[in-house]
């Protein structure tokens, strides 16, 4: 893949070649640009400190190009190539340099990798990669086996345990699933999410879900307890006006014709779908031995078809 920006070649960034070692010197103090002058410390200096997306592109090809912490870079010029509408191009980077990449990195490439497709409005690539990141879990292969992983947001550290994770991406599956009308499948992930690590904002997804299917009590019962504060997160302002306004669109909706109970088998002989919903009924709570999210899921990843 070529290195290219809007005028068809790298742009000079002032304070990152050379005579600008005080500059650098300032911008890892105060940006927490990394230090150094290679190219990835280009890239860095005209992301976050010369705000200049398309030069930091430029630098970014040239780490990557340079086997300059490519891990980070490739990485980083994907989330920049998203904030200027070139999600299209920054799959296609993905795929084709994360072989230079550390075993380490694959998964936050997942992740931008996720988030690139539903920019892109590929949702079968979305829950195939979503599926498969679920596969690792299942396999103990997720967080190199750990029971936690340190990640980052805002620049700020957290701990993420195995079991937030995996209801994270059930979440984001049930979402994906809810694009594509399936909503069944969308029931179960929403379900089994808030089986692991309930919060509020699954909760009105899972409404939502349920809404979309016509069993209008059910999904009153589910949105009032955001607004009861039964679920972490029923304190965000955005959250509980959501759940006013699905309850809202739910008293407004005539009361559903009388159906019969038949289900459309093609749905239900979805393999993933029947696995879930068996795992559904057999989890029981969290017991604790070596890695308690590993040793409940080794019982049922055979009954499993992600």
């Known amino acids: 893949?070529?290195?290219?920006?809007?005028?068809?070649?790298?742009?000079?960034?002032?304070g990152v070649g050379g005579g600008g070692g005080g500059e650098r010197d300032m911008a890892h103090v105060i940006h927490k640009v990394p230090a150094g002058d290679g190219p990835y410390v280009r890239a860095k200096h005209a992301q976050v400190v010369q705000?200049?997306?398309?030069?930091?592109?430029?630098?970014?090809?040239?780490?990557?190009?340079?086997?300059?912490?490519?891990?980070?870079?490739?990485?980083?010029?994907?989330?920049?190539?998203?904030?200027?509408?070139?999600?299209?191009?920054?799959?296609?980077?993905?795929?084709?340099?994360?072989?230079?990449?550390?075993?380490?990195?694959?998964?936050?490439?997942?992740?931008?990798?996720?988030?690139?497709?539903?920019?892109?409005?590929?949702?079968?690539?979305?829950?195939?990669?979503?599926?498969?990141?679920l596969r690792m879990i299942y396999q103990g292969e997720a967080f190199n086996g750990k029971p936690t992983k340190t990640a980052r947001s805002h620049g700020k550290k957290f701990q993420v345990s195995i079991q937030q994770e995996m209801s994270r991406i059930l979440g984001n599956l049930g979402w994906a699933y809810m694009q594509k009308t399936n909503y069944i499948a969308a029931e179960v992930v929403y379900r089994k999410a808030q089986m692991i690590d309930p919060d509020a904002n699954k909760a009105c997804n899972l409404g939502l879900c349920l809404i979309k299917q016509a069993r209008y009590d059910e999904a009153r019962s589910v949105l009032e307890k955001v607004l009861w504060?039964?679920?972490?997160?029923?304190?965000?302002?955005?959250?509980?006006?959501?759940a006013e306004e699905l309850l809202l669109d739910l008293e407004s909706r005539q009361p559903p014709p009388l159906m019969s109970n038949v289900v459309d088998l093609q749905i239900m002989e979805d393999e993933f779908v029947n696995g879930l919903e068996e795992?559904?009924?057999?989890?029981?709570?969290?017991?604790?031995?070596r890695l308690p999210i590993f040793e409940q899921i080794s019982n049922f990843k055979d009954q499993l078809a992600c």
Do not use: H
């Not at 893949?1 to 002032?14: A, V």
């Open 1 to 14: 893949m070529e290195m290219r920006n809007s005028s068809g070649g790298p742009k000079k960034i002032s």
């Open 51 to 133: 705000k200049d997306p398309e030069a930091a592109i430029v630098w970014f090809w040239k780490a990557i190009n340079a086997g300059d912490r490519v891990d980070s870079a490739l990485k980083d010029m994907a989330v920049v190539m998203k904030q200027l509408d070139r999600s299209e191009e920054a799959i296609e980077a993905i795929k084709s340099f994360r072989g230079r990449c550390s075993k380490n990195a694959q998964e936050s490439l997942d992740n931008v990798l996720i988030d690139l497709y539903k920019k892109c409005g590929k949702v079968d690539e979305q829950i195939e990669l979503l599926r498969q990141k």
């Open 229 to 242: 504060a039964e679920f972490p997160g029923s304190e965000d302002i955005r959250t509980r006006n959501r």
């Open 279 to 289: 795992l559904e009924s057999k989890w029981g709570p969290l017991r604790p031995k």
